[in-house]
């Protein structure tokens, strides 16, 4: 049984950071693209970056390039996201997700991804 966890949520004031992880069991990370993706009341779950499994190879969108990172730890099983320079438009919630595909052509879609986490709420102050 597949299972994501997100946690690393809170508040956080504007220009600070938070890092944000994904512990993942019954899946290898080295076999899924893993994916971040952010969700505002009122907006569509929107992209936000993308590891690959099999080069780790990654890339973010807009939005978040320069400031936020995205790594994976093979031994424990765990994708982070490092965000700094922390922007109220930043706030959502945080989900992680697996895709089992080969190459990142399709990363950006949420329907690519075939596992999702509960998500983790992020809080930006202004």
């Known amino acids: 049984q597949v299972q994501l966890v997100e946690s690393g949520g809170g508040l956080v004031q504007a220009g600070g950071s938070l890092r944000l992880s994904c512990a993942a069991s019954?899946?290898?990370?080295?076999?899924?693209?893993m994916g971040w993706f952010r969700q505002a009341p009122g907006k569509e779950r929107e992209f936000v970056a993308v590891?690959?499994?099999?080069?780790?190879?990654?890339f973010y969108s807009d939005s978040v390039k320069g400031r936020f990172t995205i790594s994976r730890d093979n031994a424990k099983n765990t994708v982070y996201l490092e965000m700094n320079s922390l922007k109220p438009e930043d706030a959502a919630v945080y989900y992680c997700?697996?895709?089992?595909?080969?190459?990142?052509?399709?990363?950006?879609?949420?329907?690519?991804?075939?596992?999702w986490g509960q998500g983790t709420q992020v809080t930006v102050s202004s």
């Open positions: 997700a697996a895709d089992p595909s080969l190459g990142l052509r399709r990363a950006t879609i949420p329907a690519t991804y075939n596992y």
């Open positions: 019954g899946l290898s990370l080295s076999r899924y693209n």
């Open positions: 590891i690959s499994g099999s080069s780790g190879s990654h």
